[in-house]
């Protein structure tokens, strides 16, 4: 018995992989390549190089390695790029997560675990995004996530799944070095490519109704996500009941400010980031409650923000001298 693991070749999916191994679960890893890195798997993981838009691999990985349960992490997830390229979004995000339930169900797979995205609701004008926060996603990779969720909850009516949907916002640092966030739109990279360049990184806004001026989001250490998915999936395999989605939250953010001199600190590397005008529809401040969460599925940040910048760095210098 397994879990199947979509995406699993991807900076989240591998450390997910790695979760399930500490738990002693087995994990099988389905990925096209197109973002994810086959050197990420962790050695001694079956890995299937292939598309979740191919309904008949699925089958035939499902029966292969008895797989019993799904984490669903594969996807187009540049919300940004996703505003040019709508078609191919749904196509990745709605029509692949229909392919794999429908070879779920023609195999009998009952139980899956969703990576959804904060980017559901949009621009929340509350403090505290909640569960119950309305959802306006504002991007088709927003709107294609909150349909994974639709379909889900319309396919446990339907055929008895059970489900969970993770809804999170910005993911950082690293678990192990032989894995790093290798996105050219996320913070880190951007600022660890810029030093590495020797180039000043950039700070979008400094006149935010903030402590600093700049702008507070949501960080979570990626092994705390992993883990995360990992307890949600044994309570499924347990048959215990799950709320249909959790947001995965530090309940009180961190400033761009903040990130800037907690990388000065930990890399020793001196520098006055570059200050350049607001980006257009940047709200001052998104942070999510991981209340839900941590009732249920024994979240909380493990990890410090030095931690989150320490490991991330750890794992970029690997990457850079590998």
Known sequence: ??????????????????AFQAQGVDAVVIDDLSSGRHDFVPDGTAFVHGTILDGQLLEST??????????????????????????????????????????????????????????????????????????????????????????????????????????????VGSGTSEVYDASPHNLFPLIFDALIEGRAPRINGDDYPTPDGTCVRDYIHVA????AHVVAAR????????????????????????????????TGVAFAPEIGPRRPGDPARIVASGERAARDLDWRMRHSLADMVASAWEARRAASVA
Do not use: C
């Not at 530090?250 to 990388?263: L, Q």
């Open 1 to 18: 018995m397994s879990w199947l693991v979509t995406g699993g070749a991807g900076y989240i999916g591998a450390h997910v992989v790695r």
């Open 62 to 171: 499902i029966a292969r390695y008895d797989v019993t349960g799904v984490v669903h992490l594969a996807g187009f997830k540049y919300a940004g790029v996703s505003v040019t390229r709508p078609l191919h979004t749904y196509q990745q995000n709605v029509t692949g997560t229909a392919t794999l339930l429908a070879a779920m169900e023609s195999r009998g797979v009952d139980r899956i675990v969703f990576s959804s995205s904060a980017a559901v609701y949009g621009t929340p004008d509350v403090d505290l995004v909640t569960e119950d926060t309305p959802r306006t996603p504002e991007s088709p990779y927003g709107e294609s996530k909150l349909i994974g969720e639709w379909l889900l909850a319309d396919q446990a009516r339907a055929a008895g799944l059970r489900h969970t949907s993770l809804r999170y916002f910005n993911v």
């Open 224 to 227: 705390d996500l992993a883990e």
């Open 235 to 266: 309570r499924l395999d347990a048959g215990e009941e799950l709320a249909p989605v959790y947001n995965l939250g530090s309940g009180d953010g961190v400033s761009v400010g903040e990130i800037m001199r907690a990388v000065a600190e930990v």
